[in-house]
């Protein structure tokens, strides 16, 4: 059975230059914070990034108020954009709200993946921490970047930057994935890849810009599947020793 990991609540927060308090009932809250929020009459260019106190109700059984600094976040998807709050919470409010997830929390049904992503762990030997990405030559002239690697699946990944060239890919985009080998999995694996989501977040200690790349497999050869899969199958059963 899937953890938790949402519990529906109400938050509301100000922001500077902007004379109203911004509601929103019945979100999906997690650690993280809050996505899927709609920009309204917010300029996206103007209000990434800010600093903000988000004051935050659960609506389960046992509710539980707080509040807790936050960022502004962006999203992209095919067709869409809309803003989140980042939370950063203290250690009394995490350990509040994690009891809040895990007795009444849920796991997503809007989009259940077919497989789970696993996360990125250096520890794991084998497992691919970085990624050499390519962008299509329709969207530029063919430069190659570093991606940091968030997590894997059999049909997708998580890839992030900090590289301003990442600005040139937005959802819809194709690009051209090489996984960098780790320990005793010397083989390199080409996939394609289809840009779904983005999402931009700042950096606290830097404030640079990162982005978050999730991303569909379009394309890999039967040479290159076999060999992703392999690389699956030690990842988890290294996990499991």
Not at 120 to 133: D, G, H, W
Request: charged share 25%; net charge neutral.
């Amino acid at each position: 059975m899937l953890e938790p990991v949402f519990v529906k609540g109400d938050v509301e927060f100000e922001l500077p230059q902007h004379p109203d308090i911004l509601s929103f009932q019945r979100k999906n809250i997690s650690l993280f914070g809050v996505t899927s929020l709609d920009w309204g009459d917010l300029d996206p260019q103007t209000f990434f990034g800010l600093d903000c106190v988000a004051r935050v109700k659960t609506v389960s059984p046992t509710s539980i108020q707080f509040e807790t600094r936050a960022r502004i976040i962006r999203e992209f998807a095919i067709g869409s954009a809309q803003m989140g709050l980042r939370f950063i919470l203290g250690a009394e409010n995490r350990e509040a709200l994690s009891h809040q997830i895990r007795v009444h929390g849920f796991h997503p049904t809007d989009h259940v993946r077919k497989y789970p992503r696993i996360p990125s762990m250096s520890s794991i030997r084998t497992f691919p921490l970085r990624a050499l990405v390519r962008l299509d030559e329709k969207i530029s002239d063919g430069s190659e970047m570093i991606f940091e690697v968030g997590n894997l699946s059999p049909n997708g990944m998580l890839l992030s930057s900090e590289n301003s060239l990442s600005l040139a890919l937005e959802p819809g985009s194709r690009i051209h994935i090489q996984l960098e080998p780790r320990g005793p999995f010397p083989a390199q694996i080409l996939v394609h890849g289809l840009v779904c989501r983005i999402t931009d977040s700042i950096v606290p200690d830097t404030g640079n810009m990162i982005r978050y790349f999730g991303i569909k497999f379009t394309k890999v050869d039967d040479l290159n599947r076999a060999a992703f899969l392999d690389l699956l199958k030690d990842i988890l059963e290294r996990l499991r020793s």
